[in-house]
């Protein structure tokens, strides 16, 4: 018999923008019943984030409103509580100790300049009423149950200091350390490695389990739902689209949307020639596409035969990147890091060579020191019979024309006080290219059409795109100075699954008509597989396994490539 801990009815939210109010959550209604696992599934912008911020009643005040509907809140005392119109002084008693809430960004949720235990500890003396002494040997306890190596070291470390991992997991340990009822974690492993990713979603497991609580986990990777949730809630555009039961939700999808996000994420058992994305589910354009677009090893195989057939564009050999660094203020010993420690490999005119790894294994430092953004300290680095890491720095300048990289975090990467024209028209003007600013601008113009975008694009901010459009933007950019080789740095690594397989497909589409040559790096293997036709496995600075893509993933060699293969969602 189901037993509701929370249940959401008819719940509709609608934000102030400049002048009117606009509805983002549209008569919304689930329940989440006693240790069951809850998934909130759906594209940015979709209203899963806000349905469980209302429930913690920590929407902009001002800025928002609930103007219909109702959170009602049963908790172990059976006692009815209606949140949605609760008092900020009931309300904060009930956050963190009854109802908590990991959110998606570690680092912008802990305060930079206080360190990791103290912000534990303040929530557990004003919950639980602990003094100094007992709150720092339960908040010892807690960062030993999230599995964090080295307890002691962690309590005293400030956020910058520890990894993304280790973060989420102070994260974690604060959510639940007033022992909640409810926990609501919100994209938790979004931008983690997928073996970082595992480890998260078996401790959350776990500490479910050990506490008997209820959990709302959010994201917008069906994967990940798949390996943790009971029961699964698809939003779209502010409204559910569907519910039910994992097995009945992915097994049998009814609703468009729901089968094209399904669908768009890389196959596992198959390789396609273009990714499905929702829109061929929403306007009824993919039932029979899916076996047509599957290319076959024999295509592929030959396809092969004829790409490595010519001489390899790219020839790195025993290239080295090593950062010093001291060990403390009082230890002035410095140390060397080997970010890439001694790689060798070709890229030949056309192929697309995957490099995949965890975070810290080398494989930006290594993109980076293609292009000599980060000086390499030895090796060599041979483009077109060029020796790079000889050029001075105006042939070298002039040699980044034809090599071409797309940064992985495109806001930061794009001037946020230029418009997009401006921005994809600069390098063309650092270069010479086209004979006046009229030409540059219908250049423009055509290069956003060509990545998907309104001619209207060219007099706007990047702010004002949404994060698939940047990454396009800024491929844009990339393809203005007419480049043979581009390094993709994980360049669809925040993106939603659909805006991902988007971007995928116009990268191969890119690839096909003007013959470019790529290095894609990514954490994601099953990404990278879809992309590549090689692929190389980097770990601490060195390349530990490479071979043609379906072989690596079908028979991989070293047990660090399985374990990255096994911790694909839904592998």
Same mark, same amino acid.
Request: glycine residues 4%.
């Given at each position: 018999m189901k037993d509701p801990i929370l249940? %959401?009815?008819?719940? =509709?939210?609608? +934000?102030?923008?400049?002048?009117?109010?606009?509805?983002? &959550? @549209?008569?919304?209604? +689930?329940?989440?019943?006693?240790?069951?696992?809850?998934? #909130?599934?759906?594209?940015?912008g979709s209203g899963k984030s806000v349905t469980s911020l209302a429930v913690m009643q920590l929407l902009p005040r001002g800025y928002s409103r609930i103007h219909s509907g109702e959170i009602i809140f049963s908790g172990a005392d059976q006692e009815l509580v209606k949140l949605h119109n609760l008092p900020e002084k009931i309300m904060r008693n009930i956050r963190g100790r009854t109802i908590s809430m990991i959110f998606q960004e570690p680092m912008t949720s802990l305060n930079p300049v206080m360190r990791c235990g103290k912000q534990i500890t303040e929530s557990v003396k004003f919950h639980l009423g602990y003094s100094n002494a007992k709150a720092k040997s339960y908040v010892m306890e807690l960062l030993s149950?999230?599995?964090?190596? @080295?307890?002691?070291?962690?309590?005293?470390?400030?956020p910058h200091q520890l990894s993304g991992g280790q973060k989420q997991r102070v994260m974690i340990a604060m959510a639940i350390a007033c022992r909640p009822e409810i926990l609501i974690a919100d994209e938790?492993?979004?931008?983690?490695?997928?073996? %970082?990713?595992?480890? #998260?979603?078996?401790?959350?497991?776990?500490?479910?389990?050990?506490?008997?609580?209820?959990?709302?986990? #959010?994201?917008?990777?069906?994967?990940? #739902? =798949?390996?943790?949730?009971?029961?699964?809630?698809?939003?779209?555009? /502010?409204?559910? *689209?569907?519910?039910?039961? *994992?097995?009945? %939700?992915?097994?049998?999808?009814?609703?468009?949307?729901?089968q094209g996000l399904i669908a768009c994420r890389p196959p596992l058992d198959r390789r396609l020639k273009r990714l499905p994305v929702i829109s061929d589910f929403t306007n009824n354009h993919l039932h029979d596409i899916r076996d047509a677009a599957i290319i076959s090893h024999e295509e592929r195989l030959i396809h092969h035969q004829k790409l490595y057939q010519g001489n390899p564009i790219l020839v790195v050999e025993n290239l080295k990147v090593h950062f010093n660094s001291r060990k403390s203020l009082f230890n002035r010993k410095s140390q060397v890091f080997k970010a890439v420690d001694d790689v060798s490999f070709r890229v030949f005119r056309g192929e697309t060579l995957g490099l995949v790894g965890e975070s810290g294994c080398g494989k930006t430092t290594l993109g980076r020191a293609l292009l000599r953004l980060t000086e390499p300290n030895g090796g060599q680095v041979i483009y077109n019979d060029r020796e790079i890491t000889r050029l001075n720095p105006e042939t070298l300048r002039r040699m980044r024309?034809?090599?071409?990289? &797309?940064?992985? @975090?495109?806001?930061?990467?794009?001037?946020?006080?230029?418009?997009?024209?401006?921005?994809?028209?600069?390098?063309?003007? &650092?270069? /010479?290219?086209? =004979?006046? /600013?009229?030409?540059?601008?219908?250049?423009?113009?055509?290069l956003l059409g060509r990545v998907g975008l309104e001619e209207s694009s060219y007099d706007r901010f990047p702010h004002q795109f949404s994060g698939g459009q940047r990454q396009r933007i800024s491929i844009a950019r990339a393809l203005a100075v007419d480049p043979e080789f581009i390094i993709c740095d994980e360049s669809v690594s925040a993106l939603d699954v659909s805006v991902q397989a988007q971007v995928l497909n116009l990268l191969n589409d890119l690839k096909r008509d003007f013959g470019f040559t790529y290095i894609f790096i990514s954490h994601d293997l099953s990404v990278v597989r879809f992309m590549s036709d090689r692929i190389m496995v980097m770990r601490n600075g060195k390349i530990v396994e490479a071979g043609e893509a379906d072989e690596i993933y079908n028979n991989p060699q070293e047990a660090y490539t399985r374990e990255l293969i096994s911790a694909i969602p839904g592998s």
């Open positions: 249940k %959401v009815n008819n719940l =509709s939210i609608s +934000f102030l923008n400049e002048i009117e109010w606009v509805t983002v &959550v @549209d008569d919304v209604s +689930f329940s989440l019943n006693r240790k069951e696992t809850l998934g #909130i599934v759906g594209e940015s149950e999230v599995m964090l190596p @080295d307890p002691q070291r962690i309590f005293r470390s400030y938790p492993t979004t931008a983690l490695d997928v073996t %970082v990713q595992k480890n #998260i979603l078996r401790l959350l497991k776990s500490i479910q389990k050990k506490f008997d609580m209820s959990l709302i986990f #959010i994201s917008h990777d069906l994967g990940v #739902i =798949s390996e943790i949730a009971d029961t699964v809630v698809v939003m779209n555009k /502010g409204k559910i *689209v569907e519910q039910g039961t *994992v097995k009945n %939700v992915f097994q049998n999808p009814q609703h468009p949307y729901t024309r034809r090599i071409q990289i &797309v940064f992985q @975090d495109p806001y930061s990467s794009l001037n946020p006080r230029i418009t997009v024209g401006e921005a994809i028209m600069e390098p063309m003007i &650092v270069h /010479g290219l086209e =004979s006046s /600013g009229r030409e540059r601008k219908k250049k423009v113009m055509r």
